[in-house]
């Protein structure tokens, strides 16, 4: 009972706001927590983030009670003059966007904001304001909804014209565990925080010895159950300051993920949204994963065992033939065709697992060219390094083990398809780490028809033809060398265009660069399935190289 009511008066601490209220419509913010990620120096309007950093406090007390990442930093890349991409974690530091200079905004201007779905989300002028470093700053937008994963901030003036553009991407960690608790065949206390209960009566349901994790703060490392329901409970989220309820999506084994209704409890039971799955669980190993967002968030992933007495076993398997025997009564005129579709069913199976073992081949020749991608991409990253090393330039190198740490645990993703967005991320980040030595000019257009979020492309397939641009054409010519890569819509076709105004080569000669034979060796692989992706080169000697990708049908 005291550990409860020490939990809720943390949980009611973190609902205050994180800035100190100086009158009604004004907030300021102190320069030891808080700090602006643009900082351009302009002396027109223009969006902002202000950036609150985690207290020691946040990171000792509230990550003992709730999921946070004090790891991840949110990352500012400059895209064009007016236009910046944001990346930044859902559950670390939080964000707020504000309009600088807002007093010099014209009569008639407009803020237009839209998240993953690409409809405008309608805003109107507030009088809120934000003050940081003296400067008094009109609040934008706020408190983004938990599950979106990518928005679009744009200021137009008073004549329709486009003046500044913020593109944010948000990714999200793997949910944790709070606790692991056992129904022998009557409800659970509400509100449970710990695993007292479980541990007075674990021993009477399960077959084995319990395994607890000493970090998990008393979570079973392992359950062994006979014939009761397991509850599964998440610790909340914390983000925007705040420990929050949200949705968690989950499955059991390979059936279908479904999620939890959002802002519905603090610590989540799985039970009674997969009852249909539990109540045909066999015998044997299974597993419950759980995840924040789509296919490219990480998933946790925790095993258990169901291992019945033998007596529990013949009436479970009895009770499911029974029903099946009922049913073929009930049904009599429906038998002989049934029967007929269990030897089509039996039939159509084979086939499926042929299939299947060559998709399989397939999968293998696929991770062995992504095992080549990386190494190679890798050794060029750990060149730049030492170039930049070598021409004294420690400052730069520095910043470079910083975003390439960044970089590397998004290079050795194992994943053969990511989102659009989550690709772009890596990319902005291998280019901005290229121009700290090369010094190039980049230029990225994307098609507003395009939902980067919800598009799945192989993962490093643009990466390796954008290397190849910068080493063998646009290395050596400093600011006069440019790079240009666009991604538009074309029907339900998705077309990738890189250019650079490098040397080029002739149209006899092969490109350049073992990444491009890499790349032709993995799309020849994935048009085994069925051929949908086409990689084309376009060069003149002086004229720069131009290559084109075009993915059939995935938008």
């Known amino acids: 009972m005291k550990t409860l009511r020490k939990f809720c008066r943390l949980w009611a601490l973190f609902f205050a706001f994180p800035v100190v209220a100086q009158d009604v419509d004004r907030y300021v913010a102190n320069t030891r927590d808080h700090y602006f990620l643009i900082d351009e120096k302009s002396d027109q309007p223009?969006?902002?983030?202000?950036?609150?950093?985690?207290?020691?406090?946040?990171?000792?007390?509230?990550?003992?009670?709730?999921?946070?990442?004090?790891?991840?930093?949110?990352?500012?890349?400059?895209?064009?003059?007016?236009?910046?991409?944001?990346?930044?974690?859902?559950?670390?530091?939080?964000?707020?966007?504000?309009?600088?200079?807002s007093r010099k905004l014209e009569k008639g201007y407009e803020i237009r904001y839209w998240f993953d779905t690409g409809e405008d989300t309608p805003w109107s002028a507030t009088s809120y304001f934000y003050e940081l470093k003296g400067e008094l700053c009109r609040l934008a937008v706020k408190n983004i909804p938990f599950g979106i994963r990518t928005?679009?901030?744009?200021?137009?003036?008073?004549?329709?014209?486009?003046?500044?553009?913020?593109?944010?991407?948000?990714?999200?960690?793997?949910?944790?565990?709070?606790?692991?608790?056992?129904?022998?065949?009557?409800?659970?206390?509400?509100?449970?925080?710990?695993?007292?209960?479980?541990?007075?009566h674990l021993r009477k349901v399960n077959q084995v010895e319990t395994v607890y994790a000493e970090d998990e703060g008393g979570v079973p490392g392992r359950v062994v159950v006979g014939g009761v329901e397991l509850y599964f409970g998440f610790k909340p989220a914390y983000f925007d300051g705040v420990m929050q309820k949200t949705s968690i999506n989950c499955r059991i084994d390979s059936t279908l993920w479904r999620g939890t209704p959002l802002?519905?409890?603090?610590?989540?039971?799985?039970?009674?949204?997969?009852?249909?799955e539990w109540d045909l669980l066999s015998n044997g190993g299974h597993t419950l994963s759980a995840r924040y967002g789509g296919a490219d968030s990480p998933a946790l992933v925790v095993p258990f065992e169901i291992r019945r007495h033998w007596a529990q076993s013949a009436v479970f398997y009895t009770g499911i033939i029974a029903k099946a025997a009922?049913?073929?009564?009930?049904?009599?005129?429906?038998?002989?065709?049934?029967?007929?579709?269990?030897?089509?069913?039996?039939?159509?199976?084979?086939?499926?697992?042929?299939?299947?073992?060559?998709?399989?081949?397939?999968?293998?020749?696929?991770?062995?060219?992504?095992?080549?991608?990386?190494?190679?991409?890798?050794?060029?990253?750990?060149?730049?390094?030492?170039?930049l090393i070598n021409n004294d330039a420690i400052e730069k190198a520095n910043t470079y083990l910083t975003n390439f740490s960044n970089l590397l645990r998004s290079s050795l993703n194992q994943k053969e398809w990511i989102p659009l967005s989550a690709e772009l991320d890596v990319l902005g980040n291998y280019i901005q780490l290229e121009q700290l030595r090369f010094n190039f000019r980049y230029e990225l257009a994307v098609d507003k028809a395009i939902g980067a979020g919800n598009v799945e492309v192989p993962s490093l397939l643009i990466q390796p033809l954008v290397e190849n641009a910068i080493r063998h054409g646009i290395a050596g010519l400093g600011e006069r060398g440019k790079l240009m890569i666009e991604i538009r819509k074309e029907a339900s076709d998705l077309r990738i265009v890189i250019a650079d105004n490098g040397k080029g080569f002739r149209p006899e000669q092969a490109p350049p660069g073992h990444g491009i034979q890499l790349t032709r060796e993995r799309i020849a692989i994935l048009n085994k399935r069925k051929k949908f992706i086409t990689l084309t080169h376009i060069s003149e000697p002086g004229k720069g190289c131009r290559a084109e990708i075009n993915l059939k049908g995935v938008c």
């Open 46 to 101: 223009r969006f902002d983030v202000v950036v609150k950093r985690f207290t020691p406090y946040e990171k000792s007390a509230v990550s003992k009670h709730a999921v946070m990442d004090t790891l991840t930093k949110p990352v500012v890349t400059r895209v064009a003059e007016t236009e910046y991409h944001i990346s930044a974690g859902r559950m670390a530091e939080p964000l707020t966007f504000v309009i600088r200079d």
């Open 151 to 200: 928005m679009t901030l744009q200021l137009w003036d008073v004549h329709k014209q486009l003046q500044y553009q913020l593109l944010v991407t948000y990714s999200y960690p793997e949910p944790k565990l709070y606790y692991i608790d056992i129904k022998p065949g009557y409800g659970i206390p509400d509100g449970r925080i710990d695993t007292t209960w479980l541990r007075k």
């Open 263 to 276: 802002e519905t409890n603090p610590v989540t039971h799985f039970y009674y949204h997969l009852r249909k």
């Open 326 to 387: 009922l049913m073929t009564v009930a049904l009599n005129k429906w038998v002989l065709f049934v029967l007929g579709g269990l030897l089509a069913y039996a039939a159509v199976r084979r086939r499926f697992r042929k299939e299947g073992e060559k998709a399989q081949k397939t999968q293998l020749e696929l991770r062995a060219i992504q095992a080549q991608l990386n190494p190679h991409f890798i050794f060029n990253a750990l060149g730049s390094i030492q170039g």
